[in-house]
Structure formats: C-alpha cells, structure tokens
T-cell receptor, first 113, second 110 residues
Framework: DAGVIQSPRHEVTEMGQEVTLRCKPISGHNSLFWYRQTMMRGLELLIY????????DSGMPEDRFSAKMPNASFSTLKIQPSEPRDSAVYFC???????????FGDGTRLSIL | QQQVKQSPQSLIVQKGGIPIINCAYE??????FPWYQQFPGKGPALLIAIRPDVSEKKEGRFTISFNKSAKQFSLHIMDSQPGDSATYFCAALRDYKLSFGAGTTVTVRA
C-alpha cells in the first residue's frame, strides 16, 4: 500500500513568494494532520482535519498560513507571503480514525531565502 | 511547555548493546503512547505503541516498559544493530493531539 505522499520533497524560494505544499493521505484514512519540524521546537501540530473538515488550526503560526482539504485524497498547506523563519520540514500525516496511529509522509524540506 | 520529556538527547552503543530511552509525562489524560523512528530525510515511522493498561509490550527487538503510577515509559532496543541508528521520538496522545518528546539520536557502532 502507498503511504502518505507529499510534494515537493524540497522547495527553495525567496522571501515573499507563495509556497504550496501538497499531501495525499493513505486511502481510507479520515484524519489528516500537518506538522512542522525544526531543531528548536521539534515536531509541532499545525492543523488537524477530520473527514475533510478543519477541526483544530490553533497551531497555525500566523494568518500567512492556510490549509485546505477539498476532498478525502488531497490537502494543501499554503504560506503567503513566505518568510525565512518559515524554513523547516513540513510533514503530513494521516490516520484511519482519530484514535489510531498516525502515519507520516517523508516531508517537504522548505528553505526560504 | 513540553508535555513529554525525553532523555537522553543522544547515546552511542556498540553493536549488540541495549540502548534505553526514557520519557515522562504529566497529563494523565494521555491514553496512547507511540514510539517513532526517524531516519535522515524521512518522516517519523511508527515503531511500537502501548496503552496505559499494559505494563510491557514487545515487538521483535523493541520493548516498551510503561509505569503508569510514575507516569514514565521507556524504549529498549535489544541486540542493537548499526541499522537501528536513527532518531527516536516518544509521544503521547490525547484525543487527536500527539505530543512529542524532543527526540534521542541513537548511534550503534559496528
């Protein structure tokens, strides 16, 4: 079975540009999570969707960040405008149900110059 | 503040040794405790998990010990191999929210 698929794997862009990260969860999973990983703060939950509906976006750092899940097989995380401090690895994870193990993609390494 | 405290930050063992990673938590509402293994350039991969009504769980060479009264749990890697060299994260789940430890980098020398 295919795992969680994220694209792109690496993104380098200049400050002020819009960045869109993409995620395809495991088929049949109804819970989707976006995380950010940095050396300073570790793994942080940004937003959680259940059945395509955003349930908790309290981890989204600023209004520059937005996330959507238009259907059960696709989600995006957008940063506009991007800043150097947004540089991190962004992970998408999905689970069969909210109380089941979360399975992570291989992440997008984002560098904002 | 960090809800799950993990130690040590790093450790080095010889092949065949038993690395032990410890985690502690305060929130008794946590009801599921997974361990994740992460290799460079990869996402965290679920390794083994335990619920608080069980004191020990083994899967292959990986064992979780859980002490509910002390609010502590640990991961032991038996007969460690160089391929086990990775960063290990403990975590605790409440509802949908996973709280991660800071991670332990394990190096197994041949």
């Amino acid at each position: 079975d295919a795992g969680v698929i994220q694209s792109p794997r690496h993104e380098v862009t200049e400050m002020g540009q819009e960045v869109t990260l993409r995620c395809k969860p495991i088929s049949g999973h109804n819970s989707l999570f976006w995380y950010r990983q940095t050396m300073m703060r570790g793994l942080e939950l940004l937003i959680y969707f259940n059945n395509n509906v955003p349930i908790d976006d309290s981890g989204m750092p600023e209004d520059r960040f937005s996330a959507k899940m238009p259907n059960a097989s696709f989600s995006t995380l957008k940063i506009q405008p991007s800043e150097p401090r947004d540089s991190a690895v962004y992970f998408c994870a999905s689970s069969l149900r909210v109380d089941q193990p979360q399975h992570f993609g291989d992440g997008t390494r984002l560098s904002i110059l | 503040q960090q809800q799950v405290k993990q130690s040590p930050q790093s450790l080095i063992v010889q092949k065949g040794g038993i690395p032990i990673i410890n985690c502690a938590y305060e929130n008794t509402a946590f009801d599921y405790f997974p361990w994740y293994q992460q290799f460079p350039g990869k996402g965290p991969a679920l390794l083994i998990a335990i619920r608080p009504d069980v004191s020990e769980k083994k899967e292959g060479r990986f064992t979780i010990s859980f002490n509910k009264s002390a609010k502590q749990f640990s991961l032991h890697i038996m007969d460690s191999q160089p391929g086990d060299s990775a960063t290990y994260f403990c975590a605790a789940l409440r509802d949908y929210k996973l709280s991660f430890g800071a991670g332990t980098t394990v190096t197994v020398r041949a």
